[in-house]
Antibody, heavy 115, light 110 residues
Framework: QVQLQESGPGLVKPSETLSLTCTVS????????WSWIRQPAGKGLEWIGR???????TYNPSLKSRVTMSVDMSKTQFSLKLSSVTAADTAVYYC?????????WGQGTLVTVSS | QSALTQPASVSGSPGQSITISCTGT?????????VSWYQQHPGKAPKLMIY???NRPSGVSNRFSGSKSGNTASLTISGLQAEDEADYYC??????????FGGGTKLTVL
């Protein structure tokens, strides 16, 4: 059974960079796309982007200038960096396997942007 | 990219059927058979219920079904049960290779 677990700071200061890692267990990270999705409190889901196991990426145009994703096959992890954060970036961040639209999801991690 | 359009809320009584719509454009819903539906209970991660318009992952009840006509996809839940009360989201692959979510629909079981 594939499992995903997000990790990273729960509090980030405005203008700094949000960094999260998703650790994949119970399955291979190879030959799949992996995504990041976020959800502000009480609001809907927003797709941030995806990365293939080879490292190729596709980002949401509205966030593209601030997003960087990477993958570490040896650690079966993939990561998200979001720069120049503001309060509007406060949300629960989910990682997911982007197969069939998202067949496995992490439990989510709350990231708050505040000084 | 604007979010796909879903009704904010729907409701139904136990045993009834409900349908949730998801409207996009020819650049997303209408252009590809890559529409997915998710169920999200409060405080939980979304769960994939339908993929590629009408396919159910293993373990998902056959009370859930999906369809598409033109730029609008639909999720139908038959034999409504109390445990179906949740938020439901659709998503679609897009012409620029991104994924677009709907705004979400809150299902209330009366």
């Amino acid at each position: 059974q594939v499992q995903l677990q997000e990790s990273g700071p729960g509090l980030v200061k405005p203008s700094e960079t949000l960094s999260l890692t998703c650790t994949v267990s119970g399955g291979s990270i190879s030959s799949y796309h992996w995504s990041w999705i976020r959800q502000p409190a009480g609001k809907g889901l927003e797709w941030i982007g995806r990365i293939y196991s080879s490292g190729s990426t596709t980002y949401n145009p509205s966030l593209k200038s601030r997003v960087t994703m990477s993958v570490d096959m040896s650690k079966t992890q993939f990561s998200l960096k979001l720069s120049s954060v503001t309060a509007a970036d406060t949300a629960v961040y989910y990682c997911a396997r982007d197969y069939r639209g998202g067949d496995y999801w992490g439990q989510g991690t709350l990231v708050t942007v505040s000084s | 990219q604007s979010a796909l359009t879903q009704p904010a809320s729907v409701s139904g009584s136990p045993g009834q059927s409900i349908t949730i719509s998801c409207t996009g454009t020819s650049s997303d819903v209408g252009g590809y058979n890559y529409v997915s539906w998710y169920q999200q209970h409060p405080g939980k991660a979304p769960k994939l219920m339908i993929y590629e318009v009408s396919n159910r992952p293993s373990g998902v009840s056959n009370r859930f079904s999906g369809s598409k006509s033109g730029n609008t996809a639909s999720l139908t839940i038959s034999g409504l049960q109390a445990e179906d009360e949740a938020d439901y989201y659709c998503s679609s692959y897009t012409s620029i290779s991104t994924r677009l979510f709907g705004g979400g629909t809150k299902l209330t079981v009366l």
